[in-house]
């Protein structure tokens, strides 16, 4: 791989804003713990925050200097513990959070939207106070389905924001296009957070990244493991596992264990991806940076060998242009 190779490969802009960041991020949701959303569990189940402060620093000695978190996972807990493997290191990444509703630290548990200007500010402050930090480089709206209306009043919001220097830049985690049009239409606006994952194309948003110059911040790029192979067996999740709650939108899992549809899909695009020594992980990731140069995954992780692994697809790459076509065949 040549040097200019190396440097498309390993680091992104986050759109329009022209904060430099590297192609791969990680996203924070899991070392949140558990904690509940209108009565359901919505954590990955019990962590280590220890190990979670251990394997967040081997992200960053591997390479990765952008990391999602947002005020729900954990009831804050998430961004407490980035801040405190950040500490010392503040200056060497990019911090982005997400604010939209009413999280009870105490209670670890989420419950309605309040995305009003004083609701507004006074997440951001709190996601400062648990980061530890002066500022925010990606503050992003967490509501998904906000009508936009409402959220044309909350890009305003975001725009003082920038303005009086708490944040760099904002963005908008929804899969609808036409909402994430709304926050588009500000010019500090650098990012759409969205599904994405090998086994989960979605065309018209990344199109709509490409064409106004916004980051697109991929969610679910391992498609929450079961693009990994690590639950190729069938293993069953624990109950304080989000992916075992049986929630509408969780389409990986079923009753706690893999969907076999989804298995059956990973397994046959297996050998294509893991080409060149990759993991079936890091094979996922060399996916999504084949499909856009826009996109930047943000994978989990929990423990140091996970954060490891995910990092070293950095030095991998993008799927070749034949492996992408090869790909959609095989999903065809």
Not at 148 to 169: K, M, N, Q, Y
């Amino acid at each position: 791989m040549t040097t200019s190779e190396k440097t498309i490969t390993t680091r992104r802009t986050l759109g329009r804003s022209g904060i430099d960041v590297s192609a791969l991020g990680v996203g924070c949701w899991a070392i949140g713990g558990p904690w509940t959303m209108g009565g359901q569990q919505a954590g990955w189940g019990e962590v280590d925050d220890d190990e979670s402060v251990r394997a967040l620093r081997a992200a960053i000695a591997g390479g990765v200097t952008f990391f999602d978190t947002a005020a729900n996972y954990g009831a804050g807990h998430s961004e407490v513990v980035l801040g405190r493997a950040l500490a010392g290191r503040r200056d060497d990444v990019v911090l982005a959070t997400k604010f939209g509703y009413v999280v009870d630290e105490a209670g670890t548990s989420v419950r309605g939207v309040d995305v009003t200007p004083d609701a507004v500010r006074q997440s951001c402050a709190d996601s400062l106070r648990r980061l530890g930090t002066d500022w925010i480089d990606l503050f992003q709206l967490h509501v998904g389905d906000l009508d936009p209306a409402r959220a044309e009043d909350v890009r305003a919001v975001l725009e003082s924001l920038v303005d009086e220097g708490i944040i760099r830049a904002y963005g908008w985690s929804t899969d609808d296009v036409e909402r994430a049009r709304v926050f588009a239409a500000g010019p500090h606006c650098a990012s759409v957070q969205h599904q994405l994952n090998v086994l989960e194309d979605n065309p018209a948003m990344l199109d709509f990244c490409e064409s106004e110059d916004l980051a697109s911040i991929n969610r679910g790029p391992l498609g929450m493991g079961v693009l990994t192979g690590a639950y190729d067996g069938g293993a069953k999740l624990s109950a304080t596992d989000v992916r075992a709650t049986g929630a509408a939108w969780m389409k990986y899992f079923i009753d706690g264990r893999p969907n076999p549809e989804w298995l059956a899909r990973a397994a046959a695009i297996r050998e294509v991806i893991t080409s060149g020594g990759r993991t079936p992980a890091q094979g996922a990731l060399a996916w999504i940076w084949g499909r856009s140069p826009a996109t930047v995954p943000i994978p989990g992780v929990r423990t140091v060998a996970q954060a490891e692994s995910n990092a070293a697809a950095l030095q991998h790459g993008p799927l070749t242009q034949e492996q992408m076509s090869e790909v959609a065949r095989l999903l065809a």
